[in-house]
């Protein structure tokens, strides 16, 4: 069983076949009787395999970009936890999510584009360092895009 938890459901309880996260540990296959963990997330795809052979997708993003700006996207899932309890049930423990068909490939693209440009010396240090953060979420959510 999967349950999401943030200050709007973004997916409903329900019997899965795998979900796939992508925790600071590492990517995981989270199956049934996983042993019980606790992963922090990062930056990436969150997939969840359903019992009838469909699949839905999140991203998780933790830029201010990427979260601030709705032009952007109306997407990505931010900030949190996966709690792997005993019975089989996984916790999605999330600020904000939202669907990867949500995400706008043109303005991920634009913003790359900007992301590159500070980069190269339009911006101070910290600027800089925000950008190749930035960066490095958005080639990551372009090529989920893909």
Do not use: W
């Not at 995400?103 to 911006?123: M, N, P």
Request: with cysteine; hydrophobic share 40%; aromatic share 4%.
């Amino acid at each position: 069983m999967l349950t999401t938890e943030a200050p709007q459901s973004i997916y409903k309880s329900t019997d899965v076949v795998q979900v796939n996260i992508p925790a600071e540990s590492g990517e995981m296959g989270i199956l049934a009787n996983h042993v019980p963990s606790i992963e922090q997330l990062k930056p990436g795809l969150v997939e969840i395999i359903e019992e009838s052979g469909g699949s839905k997708q999140f991203f998780r993003a933790s830029t201010p970009t990427l979260q601030k700006q709705k032009h952007v996207c109306d997407g990505g899932l931010s900030g949190g936890f996966a709690i792997v309890q005993p019975g089989s049930q996984l916790s999605i423990n999330a600020v904000e999510g939202f669907p990867l068909e949500e995400f706008s490939a043109d303005a991920i693209k634009s913003q790359i584009s900007e992301a590159q440009r500070v980069i190269s010396g339009g911006g101070s240090e910290q600027d800089i360092a925000e950008a190749k953060i930035e960066l490095e979420v958005l080639e990551s959510l372009q090529a989920a895009l893909k």
